[in-house]
Nanobody, 117 residues
């Protein structure tokens, strides 16, 4: 079974930076798509950023210009560099990985990001 383990969350002041990491283990298969979602209290889970093999990264409008997603396919690891953080970025961030054939979707346990002074 595939396991996704996130790290790097925490408490940061507005304007600060964090880098989230998500390492996949349990399979040598390279995922078609890896990305990050977040869910704030009382809100639906939303896509933050994703990166598919052979395609450009996609970002939510709210994070464009501030967040950068990157992948290390050899390590089956995806990163989210978060700069110029705002209080509205506060949420639980979830790593997601998907395969194409057959289709499967995997989730990490989530990591809390809190932006507050």
């Amino acid at each position: 079974q595939v396991r996704l383990v996130e790290s790097g969350g925490g408490l940061v002041q507005p304007g600060g930076s964090l880098r989230l990491s998500c390492a996949a283990s349990g399979s040598i298969f390279r995922f078609n798509t890896m990305g990050w979602y977040r869910q704030a209290p009382g809100k639906e889970r939303e896509l933050v950023a994703s990166k598919s093999s052979g395609a450009s990264a996609e970002y939510a409008d709210s994070v464009k210009g501030r967040f950068t997603i990157s992948r290390d396919n050899a390590k089956n690891t995806v990163y989210l560099q978060m700069n110029s953080l705002k209080p509205e970025d506060t949420a639980v961030y979830y790593c997601n990985a998907q395969t194409g054939l057959p289709y499967r979707s995997y989730w990490g346990q989530g990591t809390q990001v809190t932006v507050s002074s």
